[in-house]
């Protein structure tokens, strides 16, 4: 029987300091939402470690038991952080978040999205069954069918054969990017793949991440014309599709992005799940003119995911402006009080 997403293991005590100070933090629902997104990013520094450590499985357990919170936003980058792991300490925890139907839509997504990312063929059952269930929510269903696809991938002898840029990301994607076919990119083929609604979604998503790819460094020549392609993303019918993009953006920081976002971010008619990641994307431009006094418009916004992102997102932005290392809590330079 898999553990609860919302119950600490009973064999973790005791806690490593750092870890259980980290914890502390996230799962205080009296922290600041940016102070205990920093703590996550902090664990999932540690949740990461390879060769693990003493700290990697009581990190991911610190992790998990945030699945408590109320916050939407929390949940989702809990799950994600997970996923990121490349431990498979962490399935029991999504599969819990996944099955879970009364759980927000985005956070259950993002669990599915995980399991992809972690290729863990003991879920694909699970993953068909929702991505073939027609009672199930779309974006649920469509993430599923992307993680069936990434697993499938990441076990199929064709991967061996595929020949793939070496990305400047370490990030574990939904999807790898597709490999290039000449020694000279052709963004216009990419973009021709990436909106072709009737290819399956993993496949424009590889099309989405070889164009990524092609955006870094800013100063590519490929860069902006790879840029302006992905921005034409945010016309698809689909909102998994769109929020994806935001996040592509969101990794890439480049400033030909900020109009489309800014534009999504604006769309009070959009989807709650794609204005979040176009806020959090504008976060990491922080350091842009403009950025910051654009985000504080929406510190009010109606919808509770959104005032949430932008909350992390300045705070992100105040980051990118100071220059810091990097966006996480330090234990040994002292801890938030909460």
Same mark, same amino acid.
């Given at each position: ?10 064999t973790l005590s005791p806690i490593d300091p750092q870890v259980f100070a980290l914890r502390k933090v996230l799962t205080s629902e ?23 450590? =003493? ?123 597709? =490999? ?19 290819? =399956? ?100 916004? =109606? ?36």
């Open positions: 029987m898999a553990p609860s997403a919302t119950t600490p293991e009973k009296s922290a600041p939402l940016a102070h205990r997104f920093r703590a996550l990013f902090s664990l999932k520094h540690l949740a990461s470690l390879s060769p693990p450590t =003493p700290q990697t499985r009581p990190a991911i357990d610190a992790i998990a038991a945030a699945f408590t919170s109320p916050s939407a936003l929390l949940k989702h980058e809990l799950a994600y952080c997970l996923g990121q792991s490349r431990n498979d300490a962490a399935v029991p925890y999504l599969r819990t978040v996944l099955e879970d139907r009364d759980e927000d839509a985005m956070c259950r997504h993002e669990a599915a999205e995980a399991l992809g990312a972690l290729g863990d063929q003991d879920s694909l059952s699970l993953l068909r069954g929702m991505r073939d269930d027609t009672q199930e929510l779309e974006v649920v269903r469509e993430t599923c069918e992307i993680a069936v696809e990434r697993i499938e991938w990441e076990h199929g002898v064709s991967r061996k054969d595929e020949q793939l840029k070496q990305s400047d990301f370490a990030s574990i994607d939904p999807a790898p990017p597709l =490999p290039q076919a000449s020694s000279k990119p052709a963004i216009p083929e990419l973009q021709k793949t990436l909106l072709d609604t009737s290819l =399956p979604l993993f496949q424009r998503y590889r099309a989405m991440f070889a164009l990524r790819d092609l955006s870094s460094p800013p100063d590519l020549p490929t860069a902006v014309p790879a840029v302006q392609a992905l921005a034409r993303g945010f016309q698809d019918p689909s909102a998994l599709f769109r929020h994806e993009i935001a996040f592509v953006f969101g990794q890439l920081s480049h400033p030909a992005s900020i109009p489309s976002l800014t534009e999504t971010l604006s769309n009070t008619k959009e989807a709650s799940m794609v204005r979040h990641e176009a806020a959090e994307a504008l976060g990491s431009l922080g350091d842009e003119e403009g950025v910051e006094e654009t985000l504080k418009k929406f510190l009010d916004d =109606p919808e509770q995911v959104v005032r949430d992102s932008v909350i992390v997102a300045l705070d992100m932005a105040e980051f990118e402006k100071n220059g810091e290392a990097e966006y996480a809590i330090i234990p040994d330079a002292g801890l938030i009080e909460v």
